[in-house]
């Protein structure tokens, strides 16, 4: 029995890699869509959307079943919960990914305010940083789990920059404002996604050692933690 369930675990670790993979290629494709103003390629993301909201009940399913079923304890009670939180996390960053496909349906005819650098690096290390984030996860890498989270500042960085450098445009010439506003909410989308890619590590972490710690790339105390 405890042999179909480690299975059954397996499993729903492979599933949420499914999840978080589509995630990972709606938010890139989200991103190239607007560079490129490809409307198309916006709109399909919205089905894509759909899809992941499916794999995501799905899942959610799955462990509820387990859940209700094996009344796991301790360890595999923790990976069941958190499992929940996780596919929630991933759930949400597919919104943030429709988001930025919403955007570029709804700038119509609009040429971009400039063209796009800083923000497609924020898609491509946040995107990284979700793939080693659920890497950890599957493999219970707690030390993983805890470095990850640092690397937000550069998130945060890249996310001021773009907010500094829009603002410039719109102080020489107010007219700008609106597709100011619309690659700032596309900045703001990625640089969201990127502090729930810290919720997924700070759930690993719960897994394997039962400790719900917040992990903060400030927080000195979280760090001399063992």
């Avoid at 971009?112 to 995107?127: E, N």
């Amino acid at each position: 029995m405890r042999k179909a369930f480690e299975t059954e675990l397996q499993q729903v670790k492979d599933e949420v890699l499914v999840l978080g993979s589509m995630v990972e290629q709606a938010v890139l494709d989200s991103v190239e869509a607007l560079k490129k103003r490809n409307i198309d390629a916006s709109r399909s993301i919205l089905e894509t959307d759909k899809r992941i909201n499916l794999k995501r009940f799905e899942i959610e399913s799955q462990l509820m079943v387990l859940i209700a079923t094996q009344q796991p304890m301790a360890h595999d009670l923790r990976f069941l919960a958190s499992s929940l939180e996780i596919i929630s996390e991933l759930e949400r960053m597919g919104d943030y990914a429709k988001g930025i496909a919403n955007i570029n349906i709804r700038m119509g005819d609009q040429a971009l305010l400039k063209p796009l650098i800083d923000i497609p690096r924020m898609a491509q290390k946040g995107v990284d940083m979700l793939h080693r984030a659920l890497t950890a996860f599957v493999n219970e890498d707690v030390a993983a789990a805890r470095a990850i989270p640092v690397e937000d500042d550069e998130i945060d960085a890249l996310y001021n920059q773009i907010y500094r450098e829009l603002m410039t445009f719109v102080i020489s010439d107010p007219k700008t404002i609106e597709r100011a506003n619309w690659l700032i909410w596309t900045a703001h989308n990625l640089e969201r996604l990127a502090d729930r890619v810290t919720n997924i590590c700070e759930r690993t972490v719960f897994i394997v050692t039962g400790e719900m710690v917040e992990i903060s790339a400030s927080d000195d105390e979280f760090w001399k933690q063992k």
